[in-house]
């Protein structure tokens, strides 16, 4: 059947307009005290305005100590956080930069980033101080690794690289060690070939295993002077060794670290864990999705010891993914690439 055709007295009924969401707009401006901070706040040439722009959406206009801000209403809100916090970290004397500032973006979308930079959700900032820095988050993800870092007694540190796993396991590690809370300092991780083939490797113990252990003395060495660390390893205070030197050791008083821990195998990962002794803490990082395993057809001890552990009163895990990459945003759409979409 046809449409009945419409005359003079019958009403032109037309659909409804698809509703279309009204973009709002905003301006606002913002006033800095502290004439001496306005350089590095803006950066060389505004490069850190221009950062700011390109990421959210805005257009920042700087006038003397004065910053006015202006786009769609929602990024001009998380630009006028991010601006503050930016402000805020230099008033502590704190380092930024473009990975500070891609922080500060990344964590702009989250309702807890007045509290973790200012301290006004807490007593304190959360951060960790170290001899060469002081380390504040920089992903929502990294504020809950750092608080397990200060509660728990065995922390899972799960995901890709970049994320900061290691490097703030070390960064706490030392200051603790500073502080006197532990008496050493144990790095380790299995020697195993990542898909190339070392070959005879020439000199002594150590000579063999540093190319293994070379990520654990980057991340001491950007915490602590070069002096104090070599001086410390001589004393034995800090120790890098391949986790087959843990076997039949109790480690009191200590701060381990077992990295790259996806490629140890069940039997290693539980002699590990059971070295744990009085007053020590051990944190465990590792990415389930890059296992070395030779063979393998081996189950990760790190999947099987997060299967069984998992839960515990003392454990904590802490699951990073592509979207804490703290690197080079590029970093973060690489693992994205080769791992899918983050859920």
Same mark, same amino acid.
């Given at each position: 059947?046809?449409?009945?055709?419409?005359?003079?007295?019958?009403?032109?009924?037309? /659909?409804?307009?698809?509703?279309?969401?009204?973009?709002?707009?905003?301006?606002?401006?913002?006033?800095?005290?502290?004439?001496?901070?306005?350089? /590095?706040?803006?950066?060389?040439?505004?490069?850190?305005?221009?950062?700011?722009?390109?990421?959210?959406?805005?257009?920042?206009?700087?006038?003397?100590?004065?910053?006015?801000?202006?786009?769609? %209403?929602?990024?001009?809100?998380?630009?006028?956080?991010?601006?503050? !916090?930016?402000?805020?970290?230099?008033?502590?004397?704190?380092?930024?930069?473009?990975?500070?500032?891609?922080?500060?973006?990344?964590?702009?979308?989250?309702?807890?980033? %007045?509290?973790?930079? !200012?301290?006004?959700?807490?007593?304190?900032?959360?951060?960790?101080?170290?001899?060469?820095?002081?380390?504040?988050?920089?992903?929502? $993800?990294?504020?809950?690794?750092?608080?397990?870092?200060?509660?728990?007694?065995?922390?899972?540190?799960?995901? /890709?690289?970049?994320? @900061?796993?290691?490097?703030?396991?070390?960064?706490?590690?030392?200051?603790?060690?500073?502080?006197?809370?532990?008496?050493?300092?144990?790095?380790?991780?299995?020697?195993?070939?990542?898909?190339? $083939?070392?070959?005879?490797?020439?000199?002594?113990?150590?000579?063999?295993?540093?190319?293994?252990?070379?990520?654990?003395?980057?991340?001491?060495?950007?915490?602590?002077?070069? &002096?104090? *660390?070599?001086?410390?390893?001589?004393?034995? %205070?800090?120790?890098?060794?391949?986790?087959?030197?843990?076997?039949?050791?109790?480690?009191?008083?200590?701060? *381990?670290?077992?990295?790259?821990?996806?490629?140890?195998?069940?039997?290693?990962?539980?002699?590990?864990?059971?070295?744990?002794?009085?007053?020590? +803490?051990?944190?465990?990082? @590792?990415?389930?999705?890059?296992?070395?395993?030779?063979?393998?057809?081996?189950? !990760? @001890?790190?999947?099987?010891?997060?299967?069984?552990? &998992?839960?515990?009163?003392?454990?904590?895990?802490?699951?990073?993914?592509?979207?804490? *990459?703290?690197?080079?945003?590029?970093?973060? +759409?690489?693992?994205?690439?080769?791992?899918?979409?983050? &859920?």
């Amino acid at each position: 059947m046809g449409r009945k055709p419409t005359s003079a007295a019958d009403p032109v009924i037309s /659909p409804d307009p698809v509703p279309s969401r009204e973009i709002r707009r905003a301006r606002t401006e913002m006033s800095f005290d502290n004439q001496s901070l306005l350089g /590095p706040l803006f950066g060389q040439f505004d490069a850190n305005l221009v950062q700011v722009e390109n990421r959210l959406g805005v257009f920042i206009a700087a006038r003397g100590g004065k910053v006015e801000i202006e786009g769609p %209403e929602d990024a001009v809100a998380r630009a006028r956080d991010v601006m503050q !916090s930016m402000y805020d970290r230099l008033a502590r004397g704190q380092d930024l930069d473009g990975g500070a500032i891609e922080a500060l973006i990344a964590m702009s979308n989250e309702p807890t980033l %007045e509290g973790i930079i !200012s301290g006004k959700q807490d007593s304190a900032p959360i951060m960790i101080r170290t001899r060469r820095k002081t380390i504040v988050p920089r992903s929502a $993800k990294q504020i809950e690794y750092m608080r397990s870092l200060s509660r728990d007694d065995i922390i899972f540190a799960l995901g /890709p690289a970049g994320t @900061g796993k290691t490097y703030l396991a070390v960064a706490q590690a030392v200051s603790q060690l500073i502080t006197g809370s532990v008496q050493r300092l144990i790095l380790s991780r299995p020697a195993v070939e990542a898909g190339e $083939k070392l070959g005879f490797l020439p000199g002594d113990m150590k000579d063999k295993v540093d190319p293994y252990l070379r990520p654990l003395y980057d991340a001491l060495f950007d915490c602590m002077p070069p &002096e104090q *660390v070599e001086r410390r390893i001589a004393s034995g %205070e800090i120790e890098i060794a391949p986790i087959a030197f843990m076997r039949g050791r109790t480690l009191a008083d200590a701060f *381990v670290i077992l990295d790259e821990a996806q490629n140890t195998t069940k039997e290693q990962m539980k002699m590990f864990l059971t070295r744990f002794g009085q007053n020590s +803490r051990m944190v465990v990082c @590792g990415d389930p999705k890059q296992v070395d395993i030779p063979g393998g057809d081996r189950m !990760s @001890g790190l999947a099987d010891a997060v299967d069984k552990l &998992e839960g515990i009163e003392g454990f904590g895990t802490v699951r990073f993914s592509a979207a804490d *990459v703290v690197r080079h945003p590029i970093v973060g +759409r690489i693992v994205e690439a080769y791992e899918g979409p983050i &859920e």
